[in-house]
């Protein structure tokens, strides 16, 4: 099973926080994949920049692969995904991410129950 993390799940794996929960790990542990994608470190790096988080997006960048994750680019398949997803939640970073799950064929692994309605392969730990 090839995964791709939301954002706040990135984060968690990343700093080894207790808010990543046995079952999120398990899950992680025992996938064939794992991805990132590169709009997650965008995010970062904008919300890092207007103070509304903590981390430092050159260090989670490294982090991917430090972990033995994989960077996922952001493709045009991906953004033109956006523009077929129902209008659901409006986040448009987690628009972004549901629709590479899509492209991709990957399970979507998120801690945002809202996000859950967007399709099968949403998987809320």
Do not use: C
Not at 16 to 22: A, G, H, K
Not at 60 to 75: C, T, Y
């Amino acid at each position: 099973m090839r995964l791709l993390l939301d954002t706040h799940i990135f984060l968690w794996a990343a700093n080894r926080s207790s808010r990543l929960t046995s079952g999120a790990r398990k899950l992680l542990d025992n996938a064939d994949a794992v991805s990132v994608s590169s709009a997650t470190i965008w995010e970062i790096a904008i919300k890092a920049r207007l103070g509304k988080i903590k981390a430092d997006p050159y260090v989670m960048l490294d982090a991917i692969e430090e972990i033995g994750f994989e960077e996922l680019p952001v493709l045009g398949k991906h953004t033109v995904g956006v523009a077929r997803l129902p209008f659901h939640h409006g986040d448009p970073f987690d628009r972004l991410l549901v629709a590479q799950a899509i492209a991709e064929t990957m399970r979507f692994v998120t801690a945002d129950r809202r996000l859950a309605v967007y399709s099968e392969l949403v998987t809320v730990v």
